[in-house]
């Protein structure tokens, strides 16, 4: 396929540098699911002007969205947790009194893995409504070894049911469940570490992740589960400093985590350990929006510290229901003050990283041909709109959608 007359914002900057990379006037060549050349019309080799001809109409193409952190299947809802917090009732409060997370536990146990399944397309189809062709799926609202899995093969069908690559993420190690409550270390060894054998033996795991926070795990409680990450090959990564510094992220960094997610509470001593790292920061500003939360993320710190910076939804049903990348974006923007160019950069090439995905993120000879066709003509325009997602259509593995 080829094409033609596009607005290419291709994220390779100038001389290997992050940024735009923008082409006026540009072409695309598609070979399979890998694209083949990209740059000006008035530059394409002679040998690809017979290829059959797609033409974009000056719109923008970008590479296609990365969604790098949701919790995409689940069962239920919080909508009466929302309300309670507008009475004043805190996330934190909720939790210990056995809401939260548990909640969504106690649905995600009733449910098949069939009903998951029904239940997160849905969601999944607004993210690709948004420009999503590559989205994470974690686990974690199971908590007992054969929900997990039961949360995992659901996440690995998404992939097979719709046109986006799905990375799956073994999260047991979300909250600690009323029958091991006070007993973190058995649950680590019972269930997290015997439920992370077992799906990663069935092939559902791509990287690992916990919740390292006060009313979750510390980092002692999770040593053993990244030792066994690391024994089985596995990446990690982690929900670090979202209500308070617990020195997750530099405990993640030693462990040579791809990311490190949330980040409000982030010291000046977490930035520098993912900067040694080359731990990506994940920034959620759908949770920080949710829970109306005032300690802003380090940002200046970590653009200083040269820590790449990835935007996500955190899509989940308690602290960020938010299925939209492209509001991601703004948010991070009006929140975060993040620049629509590092918006644009966190949920492609940035978000890429996260995942651990050399093939993706970026619009280059031999990348896969993931890529997503705006209604605009400058990619500010993305994290621009609020609510509407300004999507022409998708190219998803070198095929358009239908
Ligand atoms: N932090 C979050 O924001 C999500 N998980 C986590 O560890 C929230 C999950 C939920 O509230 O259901
Ligand atoms: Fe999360």
Not at 123 to 142: C, F, H, M, N, P
Request: proline content about 5%; glycine content about 8%; hydrophobic content about 45%.
């Amino acid at each position: 396929m080829l094409l033609t007359h596009a607005t290419l914002a291709t994220m390779n900057g100038p001389m290997g540098t992050e940024g735009y990379g923008l082409i006026p006037d540009a072409a695309v060549v598609i070979e399979g699911d890998r694209i083949a050349w990209a740059g000006p019309m008035a530059e394409l080799p002679t040998a690809f002007r017979s290829l059959p001809e797609h033409d974009v109409a000056g719109r923008l193409v970008t590479p296609g969205l990365i969604d790098c952190h949701t919790h995409a299947v689940f069962a239920g809802h919080r909508a009466v947790e929302f309300e309670l917090r507008l009475q004043g009732a805190s996330y934190e409060e909720i939790a210990r009194a056995g809401g939260g997370i548990l909640s969504t536990v106690t649905a995600t146990r009733a449910a098949s893995e069939d009903d998951l399944l029904a239940r997160a397309l849905p969601r999944v189809d607004q993210l690709i409504a948004s420009g999503a062709t590559t989205i994470e799926v974690k686990s974690g609202y199971g908590l007992t070894v054969e929900d997990e899995l039961k949360m995992l093969r659901a996440a690995r069908r998404i992939g097979r049911s719709r046109p986006v690559t799905v990375r799956t993420t073994h999260l047991a190690a979300h909250a600690i469940p009323p029958e091991f409550k006070g007993r973190a270390t058995a649950y680590i060894a019972e269930v997290a570490i015997s439920s992370l054998r077992a799906a990663h033996a069935e092939g559902l795991v791509d990287a690992v992740d916990a919740f390292c926070e006060t009313i979750a795990f510390s980092t002692d409680d999770l040593a053993p589960l990244f030792a066994e990450a690391r024994a089985l090959g596995l990446p990690v990564k982690l929900h670090a400093e979202q209500l308070t510094d617990q020195g997750g992220a530099a405990f993640a960094a030693r462990h040579g985590a791809l990311s490190a997610d949330h980040l409000e509470y982030l010291s000046p001593e977490g930035v520098a350990a993912m900067a040694a790292a080359g731990t990506v920061a994940v920034i959620l500003p759908g949770a920080f929006y949710t829970l109306r939360e005032s300690q802003l993320p380090p940002i200046a710190a970590l653009r200083e510290a040269g820590v790449a910076m990835a935007v996500a939804t955190d899509l989940n049903p308690g602290s960020s229901p938010l299925a939209s990348l492209t509001l991601a974006m703004n948010m991070a923007c009006t929140l975060f003050r993040l620049t629509p160019e590092e918006a644009l950069l966190g949920t492609t090439v940035h978000a890429a990283r996260a995942l651990g995905l050399a093939d993706r993120g970026r619009i280059a000879p031999s990348l896969r041909a993931d890529l997503a066709i705006w209604d605009a003509d400058h990619p500010a325009e993305l994290s621009y709109r609020i609510g509407a997602t300004p999507l022409h259509s998708r190219i998803f593995g070198g095929s358009l959608d239908a």
